[in-house]
């Protein structure tokens, strides 16, 4: 069964670096897309960032330059270490695959950034 | 890829139609076109891929059809656990995007 279970939020200070994790179950995070979604309190769903088979990645304009997505093949597990993070990084993030062109999501880790 | 979704919030009774509407700027790669529900404190929950395929579990009342640019999600009768905000996402193009959101509220 494919599951992508997300982790790694807390509470942090305004500047401060976090990194968050995806273990994923079922399948490689080497052979599909996979994306990093987050939705701030109240609001609707952000995206993120996605690294594709071959290693590329894009960005969310807000975010580039700050956060990183990775993976690691031998771990089976998606990354994205978040640095210099704001109030406004204040979310639940998700971790998302994309199999043959369906999405599957877990169930999301919170992240707070606060003095 | 800009999605725009309308209307924001539509009022209807338990039993009636929904007809969520979800247009893109530019057409949509692979018509790669999710629809997601999602309730207060919960993840959201995939509904609809590649624009008109149910995702598993998903009752047949709930149906996408669209391509290119225009998309629609459609209730064919509300039941009561259907009241949710619904959003849209595509996943055909970097930067991938989601839509607004449309809340589907009990009038």
């Known amino acids: 069964e494919v599951q992508v279970v997300a982790s790694g939020g807390g509470l942090v200070q305004p500047g401060e670096s976090l990194r968050l994790s995806c273990a994923a179950f079922g399948f490689s995070v080497g052979s599909h897309y996979m994306s990093w979604v987050r939705q701030a309190p109240g609001k609707g769903l952000e995206w993120l960032s996605v690294?594709?088979?071959?290693?590329?990645?894009y960005y969310e304009d807000s975010v580039r330059g700050r956060f990183t997505i990775s993976r690691d093949n031998s771990k089976n597990t998606l990354y994205l270490q978040m640095d210099s993070l704001r109030a406004d990084d204040t979310a639940v993030y998700y971790c998302s695959a994309y199999i043959m062109g369906t999405p599957y999501w877990g169930q999301g880790t919170l992240v707070t950034v606060s003095p | 890829n800009v999605l725009t979704q309308s209307p924001g919030t539509l009022s209807l009774s338990p039993g009636e139609r929904a007809t969520l509407s979800c247009r893109a700027s530019?057409?949509?790669?692979?018509?790669?076109l999710a629809w997601y529900q999602q309730k207060l404190g919960q993840a959201p929950r995939l509904l609809i891929y590649?624009?008109?395929s149910r995702a598993t579990g998903i009752p047949d009342r709930f149906s996408g059809s669209g391509s290119g640019t225009d998309f629609t999600l459609t209730i064919s009768r509300l039941e009561p656990e259907d009241f949710a905000v619904y959003y849209c996402q595509q996943y055909g193009s970097s930067p991938w995007t989601f839509g607004q959101g449309t809340k589907v509220e009990i009038k």
């Open positions: 590649t624009a008109s």
């Open positions: 690294i594709s088979t071959l290693g590329r990645t």
């Open positions: 530019q057409s949509v790669s692979n018509n790669f």
